[in-house]
């Protein structure tokens, strides 16, 4: 596809609707609202690859490798068949060909950066004054890519946040959280690109996934091998179908033969709510014991039906006593553990827990907390993390937009904004060129500040007419998101 066909229809025209002399449109990308509770900080991630992607492979490619005449041709055919008569033109996508490169600055903050809300992410302008149109034409392109990976990565490090407290107030295993939030959310992204993008996010906080393409993603685009650093992992695990192929009554044969023949050693999952999650934990477990605790490895229980909370943790008000006590609590009593020196339980190596389907930010929290006053560690359950985290947000989660700030017609600088009357702040937009700061850690926002002042700041160059100046790697990403959280904590 031409990719200068990947924008929304209303953009093609905006050249000619600029004022007569235009030569310069200086735009931002800025998170301007929060609708998580608690949340009032953004995670930047996503812009290197879009900058990788599509401005450079997909225009490459699709755009000035192809003959003029051919995506010319194609770039008419489409606009005159949509808008129908119509005096758009082609000598301006003709002249973006003939140039060869995108004339473009991108300036950026670091990917990985804790970006307060309606503190800019990145600025876009464009450097020859002819194509001062191509700097919002690429806001709808801009927006479909970057929004998703900010926001998968803000919410892995709010459930992080979550699962770092608890282990350190009830663990002795604080390592244990990397692997604690585990990526189940592939099968419901709308899409491959925004199951990588977002499960990418996620590996920015967490090691877990079962997103493999994400382990991809980061080696081509962010600089990660997984030769030579733990990128994202997983273990065997098994699903209903291999269970019911077992039948019903051959379910402890099933559990048997999984943990002896085919996973003699290491870690296995097994979905343990097939039929009866209580007959695998008050009957066949106890009769596996002595084979599970002379395993070298852990057997994890997978129950993922039902309240997790409830499941897990137990429900106080319920009849009978198994399901008063729950998933970690019948572990413990078939297979016993230590009390660690915080004074929390923690089970035997051997046994272990996820739950892998409904969990949210809301009953992590419960989770962990039920779990503390039953006097149990955190880190004795992984948590599943699904396509309702991930895929039930939009842009809006985050309020982001690219607008435009600033421009020059007839040379003369314009510092330009929006602030709509009938409108509570949200789309308040800031005024002219723009300087980033840090102050104790956290950036802070200048606006109508000179060429000069804009030459400084923390927004620095990643991008200039067609060449990637700035190549960041996954660990330098994953080093300023732990820094962030070590500022947000002191």
Known sequence: MNPLLMTDGYKVDHRRQYPEGTTLVYSNWTPRKSRIEGVEEVIFFGLQYFIKKYILE????DFFSQPKDKVVAQYSRRINNYLGPNSVGTEHIAALHDLGYIPMVIKALPEGAAVPIRVPMFTMYNTLPEF????NYFETLVSSVVWMP????TIARAYRRILDRYAAETSVAPGFVDWQGHDFSMRGMAGIEAAVLSGSGHLLSFSGTDTIPAIDFLEQYYGANSDQELIGGSVAATEHSVMCMGTTEGELHTFKRLITEIYPSGIVSIVSDTWDLWKVLLDYLPQLKQVILDREGKVVIRPDSGDPVDILCGKADATEVHVRKGVIELLWDTFGGVVNEKGYKELVPQIGAIYGDSITLERAVQICERLKAKGFASTNVVLGIGSFTYQYNTRDTFGFAMKATYGEVNGEGRAIYKD?????????????????VRTDGRYQLQDEVSWAEEKTGELKEVFRDGKLLIDDTLSAIRARVRAAEQVLQD
């Open 58 to 61: 997909d225009f490459e490619r």
């Open 132 to 135: 001062f149109w191509l700097t």
């Open 150 to 153: 900010c926001t998968s990565a």
């Open 420 to 436: 709509p009357v009938t409108d509570d702040g949200t789309k308040k937009s800031a005024k002219g060129l723009m300087k980033i």
